[in-house]
């Protein structure tokens, strides 16, 4: 079946399976670090202070104003009312690569869903790059199906 789809259809159907397999980890897959980190710097926003300048946002400034925008989205339309919970008896054993806070699905998606978003451009990218470059669709196929 996929043999005999078209080259737009090939690619349509390895950016839709990519995005479903994005879809399922990060619904499923806790990732320590940064998700965890994003939605403080949210709720800094939120509370009228700016994201840089303040110890621990080392981001780069694309991503602190993407996260900016996605916080203004959230509180415009009230989608997620939940950020995620502190345990405070966990705060003492709290580390790098341990965090007392646990972020919510939803906030989980709403911090990921642009990185997904990029993803799936730079598949598309790769494909055009690779099979201008090469001369071969498939070529480009196999660059995108590969990223």
């Known amino acids: 079946m996929f043999q005999n789809m078209?080259?737009?259809g090939k690619l349509a159907t390895i950016l839709v399976i990519s995005f479903i397999l994005h879809l399922v980890a990060t619904l499923f897959l806790s990732h320590l670090g940064d998700p965890e980190y994003w939605p403080r710097i949210m709720q800094t926003v939120n509370?009228?202070?700016g994201i840089y300048g303040?110890?621990?946002?080392y981001y780069t400034?694309?991503?602190g104003y993407l996260l900016s925008f996605v916080d203004m989205v959230i509180q415009t339309f009230g989608l997620i009312p939940f950020f995620g919970d502190v345990f405070e008896s966990l705060l003492p054993l709290e580390t790098t690569a341990m965090k007392a806070w646990i972020v919510s699905p939803e906030?989980?998606?709403a911090t990921k869903m642009p990185l997904v978003i990029c993803d799936l451009i730079v598949g598309y990218i790769l494909f055009k790059i690779v099979s201008d470059f090469t001369?071969?669709?498939n070529k480009g196929l196999t660059a995108a199906a590969m990223w």
Not at 54 to 57: A, R, S, T, Y
């Open 54 to 57: 303040l110890d621990g946002n």
């Open 47 to 49: 509370s009228g202070n």
């Open 6 to 8: 078209t080259t737009k």
């Open 107 to 109: 906030i989980a998606l």
């Open 135 to 137: 001369k071969s669709e």
């Open 61 to 63: 400034p694309i991503w």
